[in-house]
């Protein structure tokens, strides 16, 4: 999975929110979230969702799809929420609300179009066509000939990280979620890069609404 993930500074300065349900959708970069907070904010509680099968072909690749990648994403959520004021629990029934996440990896192929050569030269002018050394008449590429074009591909691996907190009580409700997709590669699995993606993720997340 490859990506370029800039730090963009305020989330919310790209955020369509509905005042009503206090809903937002915002975007930085890579990263996009959506919030569904109340408005009483978010409890300050929170216990994992068991992991479940996964649900794609790209979840499933062995590339992701490994207890190395689970386990370091898992750290630094929990390192992430807890900087925040958060506080993991061992028990879904004692938590607040639920915490997730999906990670999958596509592979992909990307064409890129290289011209390099004269420009196109109109008239006889300084630049132009002279002692009849263009190619294709006063309209033309010049004394130099049409440029060079070149078509390469290239294959990459793309990701795409989800983190998701909901409610702990039935029927369960989305509460927020953040999700990348292009930072997480072949060459990104670091704690230390890890750590950064989640970072930038979790980054418009606020507070919980009573932190002890």
């Given at each position: 999975?490859?990506g370029?993930?800039?730090?963009?500074?305020a989330?919310?300065?790209l955020?369509?929110?509905?005042?009503a349900?206090a809903?937002s959708?915002c975007?930085s970069?890579n990263?996009?979230?959506?919030s569904q907070?109340?408005?009483?904010?978010?409890?300050h509680?929170?216990a994992w969702t068991?992991?479940?099968?996964?649900?794609?072909a790209a979840e499933?690749d062995?590339?992701?799809?490994?207890?190395?990648v689970?386990?370091r994403l898992?750290q630094s959520?929990?390192?992430?929420l807890a900087?925040?004021?958060y506080?993991l629990?061992?028990?879904?029934?004692?938590?607040?609300?639920?915490?997730?996440?999906r990670?999958?990896?596509k592979?992909?192929?990307?064409?890129?179009?290289d011209?390099?050569?004269?420009y196109?030269s109109i008239g006889?002018?300084?630049?132009?066509?002279?002692?009849a050394?263009?190619?294709g008449?006063?309209y033309s590429?010049g004394a130099w000939?049409?440029p060079?074009?070149t078509v390469s591909?290239?294959?990459y691996?793309?990701?795409?990280?989800?983190v998701d907190?909901?409610?702990?009580?039935?029927?369960?409700?989305?509460l927020w979620?953040?999700?990348?997709?292009?930072?997480?590669n072949?060459n990104?699995?670091t704690?230390?890069?890890?750590?950064?993606?989640?970072?930038k993720?979790?980054?418009?997340?606020p507070?919980p609404?009573?932190a002890?």
């Amino acid at each position: 999975m490859t990506g370029n993930f800039s730090t963009r500074r305020a989330l919310s300065a790209l955020c369509i929110a509905t005042a009503a349900l206090a809903t937002s959708a915002c975007t930085s970069g890579n990263v996009q979230v959506l919030s569904q907070i109340p408005a009483e904010g978010l409890p300050h509680t929170y216990a994992w969702t068991p992991r479940g099968a996964p649900q794609t072909a790209a979840e499933a690749d062995p590339r992701v799809n490994n207890s190395i990648v689970e386990t370091r994403l898992m750290q630094s959520i929990d390192r992430q929420l807890a900087a925040k004021g958060y506080h993991l629990v061992s028990s879904p029934a004692e938590a607040g609300m639920l915490a997730a996440f999906r990670v999958g990896v596509k592979d992909k192929t990307r064409t890129d179009v290289d011209t390099m050569g004269a420009y196109p030269s109109i008239g006889y002018g300084l630049y132009g066509c002279r002692f009849a050394m263009c190619y294709g008449g006063p309209y033309s590429w010049g004394a130099w000939g049409p440029p060079d074009v070149t078509v390469s591909q290239h294959d990459y691996a793309e990701g795409r990280v989800i983190v998701d907190l909901s409610t702990s009580s039935q029927p369960e409700k989305l509460l927020w979620r953040s999700s990348d997709t292009g930072t997480l590669n072949r060459n990104s699995g670091t704690q230390q890069q890890i750590d950064k993606l989640v970072g930038k993720m979790l980054a418009a997340l606020p507070a919980p609404a009573t932190a002890h």
